[in-house]
């Protein structure tokens, strides 16, 4: 008998991956809480190896990748890749506002502002991605740059995510890629006032 690879995880195999687990909350909020999967859309995701029916705690970073391709596909068809995951990204931020530890960050980002609310996501990516190392520093007002160390980086999707978390701290954000290399990439953050 003949092993078949589903094709999301073709794509996910073939970047190098560290033992890395990501915590299930991080996929509740993304699938449960904000895209909602059913039909072929949650079958793919089966497929992948993310079942939101099954209690294990974390799953493998393979998996989050592969499932992050099953979502560019079914929630952003005909998006390049790179805007599907920073779309993904924004919802990736609305859905864990719903889970029990989003719901503490997310009611604190209005009161602590945009550059308080930059200052702790550092340790908030850790919760998420415990391999991830992200250096902020402020360039001027209204405007920082990012530095992410991630074995297996997207860039796209960390910039939605910080759109979206400076959107919540009621400013008017803009989040750009400046520079991709294999295992880092760099972020130009600016906002205006809302």
């Known amino acids: 008998m003949e092993l078949s690879i589903h094709p999301e995880m073709q794509e996910a195999r073939a970047l190098p991956l560290l033992p890395v687990c990501v915590p299930r909350r991080n996929f509740e909020g993304l699938f449960q809480h904000a895209l909602r999967p059913s039909g072929p859309f949650a079958q793919a995701l089966r497929d992948v190896g993310y079942d939101p ?105 960390v910039a939605g995510v910080m759109e979206q978390v400076l959107r919540r701290t009621r400013v008017l954000p803009r989040v750009d890629v400046l520079e991709r290399a294999e295992h880092t990439y760099s972020l130009r953050i600016r906002w205006d006032e809302g």
């Open 53 to 157: 029916d099954a209690v294990e705690e974390v799953l493998p970073l393979e998996v989050w990748r592969a499932s992050l391709a099953v979502a560019r596909r079914h929630a952003c068809p005909g998006l390049p890749s790179e805007d599907a995951n920073r779309v993904l990204g924004t919802h990736y931020v609305e859905g864990f506002a719903q889970t029990l530890v989003g719901r503490i960050f997310a009611a604190a980002m209005p009161l602590l502002g945009a550059e308080r609310c930059l200052a702790r996501l550092p340790t908030y990516l850790r919760a998420g991605r415990e391999d991830m190392k992200l250096m902020l520093e402020p360039v001027r007002a209204r405007e920082w740059r990012a530095r992410v160390v991630d074995a297996d980086p997207l860039p796209d999707f």
